[in-house]
């Protein structure tokens, strides 16, 4: 077995193989402080047929076991991938994929499992670096190490890989993948830290990355990694220089088009036209539909490069133009069509109570959510026919980037006590369809009436390089996503950035390149934020259609007697006033109702319960016993008072069954607290006095 450890922000990361999963390709256990993780790569002998793209695989999943807990659910084992672990996956995924040559097609899969969680290092940090050590050790062509780590922000100090316990007051949370003096990959989320904090993070990660790069180097120094790529191609010069000479023009021509689908028309005519000669050659075929592309992709870099002017000819800096239509949906809570250039979401607020909110079964805690944003990508925004299942990875990735863009403008649950829901429905997408998710989500919420006293907007930016000569996008098309080699999405208000997301398809990025991007990025989000202001600038008055939702605190002492026996008494409230309360262990009570009249006699109610009323209060009561001296009212579930005889009517009343019976509901007044603490009730005072 061979160990290599070094302390990293004080703890020490310790990579060890040949003890576990030896059959594996190449594997290796990894722990940072107590979290620990098994990484197993394995990659066929033979490369997959008819296929142009790397088929790599990366799954990470967390066993329950790792933090102590058994599984929540009827089955009470782990089963499907969750949100989070999906997140992870793809944060394994993204810094690795470009490290792997195009025409690698061998079917590759990376297996990361947390075995133990010691709730001070998150698992995520660790994920990166055990494939990154694993894929050392395989037969894959890996042009790494790579290695991840997290930047927070406390009381204004750079925290390299801070605990569970130090994020909870971080201003920053920023994980950065890297290869040694260079960033591969960000993402993180922040509370409006300026441009200038991101790039100090950046500094400071980057001195971390290359202390666990250098130690994976030692590392897979004791083994024979070595690999041969062989390159199967079959194309000739002479079939690429025919192509050249053919083609080269019309494809020139392809630039000058505005729309996507006629330019995507264009070209698909082009590229059947090429190929369609070299049908009978099964390998030679999709090598001449590749190079095709290739000139495309040549074509468009080097008018951006040399021209400065983009595939819509737009200028490097320019954001395409944006089109707002509030209120589109009228019984929904909130909703807003959001539409720049060929990229269009409808974003829909729906507003709860305190019973929808999200519960969370995870490997280091149980926990809710009151804040949701789903984010949906179907077939036909990009005028396509496609498989309908379940959510995919890309779906939960850019729902998840576009939640955490908007999670810091979120008012208090004091001052709001509502479950949000934003679904974001993508219904045209050319290029950053997440970033037009946080525009539309942002105005959503003001559409709604939701307390927040900003907007945020997103925008992505994109790259083109080559050597020193680089130019960077603002508001990138799809095309420019696709042949460029950078997708850079930053999302905040006009004070600052609330969340960020770094794609690259070359091996890494200089930081000089990345501080213009970011500095570019902010003047597009401000003149985004100003069409945004234009359509709606401060919040609506809550909808009609929105549930009636308010909160307030009791006694603790009180939670059991407004539950009652068996949970008699809340359900009494619930049943009488047609509400929803919800009661915290901090004594926080959260009433819900359909309007304002049933709010208010659901809070009396409570109120009734958890506290002494106060003389002159009115109650809707309902007779319980009947005595000689006068009835027993139940005016509170569990609370009972008397109305003596003398307090029935005007007039005099010799028996009280003359006037009541048990089960009567009627309407009663408190008059008096005696002495003893009493409560007396009169019916006679809420009706006019004869004369």
Known sequence: MIKVEKNIAGRL???????????????????????????????????????????????????????????????????????????????????????????????????????????????????????????????????????????????????????????????????VTGKKDKICMIEGGSNFVPEKTILEALDIAMEGINDIVDLQMEFSEHFDNSYEIVDNSVITEEVTNSLDELYSDKIHKLLDMDSKKAMDDAYNEIAKEA?????????????VKDHIKTMFKN???????????????????????????????????GSVLFTRGETQAIAALTLGNARDEQIIDSMASDYKKSFLLHYNFPPYCVGETGRIGFTNRREIGHGHLAERSLKPIL??????????????????????????????GS??????????????????????????????????????????????????????????????????????VLSNALEQANKGRLHILDEMNKAISTPNALSQYAPQIESFKIDKEKIGALIGPGGKNIKAIQERAECVINIEDDGTVSVSAADKAALDNAIAQVKAVTEDPKVGTVFDGKVTKLMEFGAFVEFAPGREGLVHISQLAWERVNKVSDVLSVGDAVKIKLFEIDKQGRLNFSMKLLMDKPE
Do not use: W
Not at 275 to 285: F, I, M, N, R, W
Not at 490 to 512: C, E, F, H, N
């Open 13 to 175: 990361l310790k990579i060890e193989s040949g003890q576990i999963a030896r059959q594996a390709g190449g594997s290796v256990f990894i722990t940072y402080g107590d979290t620990a993780m098994l990484a197993a790569v394995c990659c066929s002998s033979e490369p997959r047929e008819g296929i142009n793209f790397l088929p790599m695989q990366v799954e990470y999943r967390e066993k329950h076991y790792a933090g102590g807990k058994i599984p929540g659910g009827f089955f009470k084992r782990e089963a499907k991938p969750t949100d989070a672990e999906v997140l992870t996956s793809r944060l394994t995924d993204r810094p690795i994929r470009p490290l792997i040559p195009k025409n690698y097609r061998n079917e590759l899969q990376i297996m990361l499992t947390t075995m133990s969680y010691d709730g001070v290092n998150t698992p995520d940090v660790v994920a990166a670096i055990g494939a990154s050590a694993a894929l050392l050790l395989s037969p894959v062509p890996f042009d790494g190490p790579i290695a991840s780590v997290k930047v927070g922000l406390v009381d204004g100090e750079y925290i390299l890989n801070p605990t569970v316990e130090q994020m909870e007051s971080s201003d920053l949370d920023l994980m």
């Open 275 to 287: 190929s369609e000669s070299y049908k009978e050659d099964e390998k030679l075929y999709p090598e």
């Open 299 to 333: 074509a468009v870099r080097k008018s951006i490069l040399d021209k400065k002017v983009r595939v819509d000819g737009r200028g490097l800096a320019d954001v395409r133009q944006i089109s707002i239509v509030p209120s589109l949906l009228p019984r929904v809570h």
């Open 411 to 440: 008012p208090s649950s004091e001052e709001f006590p509502y479950t949000i829901r934003v679904v974001s429905e993508i219904t045209e997408s050319n290029g950053s369809s997440s970033m037009a998710s946080v525009c539309g």
């Open 443 to 512: 105005l959503a919420m003001m559409n709604a009436g939701v307390p927040i006293k900003e907007h945020v907007a997103g925008i992505a930016m994109g790259l083109i390089m080559d050597g020193d000569n680089y130019a960077v996008l603002s508001d990138i098309l799809g095309t420019e996503d696709f042949l460029g080699d950078m997708d850079f999405k930053v999302a905040g208000t006009k004070d600052g950035i609330s969340a960020i997301q770094l794609d690259l398809k070359v091996p890494g990025l200089p930081m000089d």
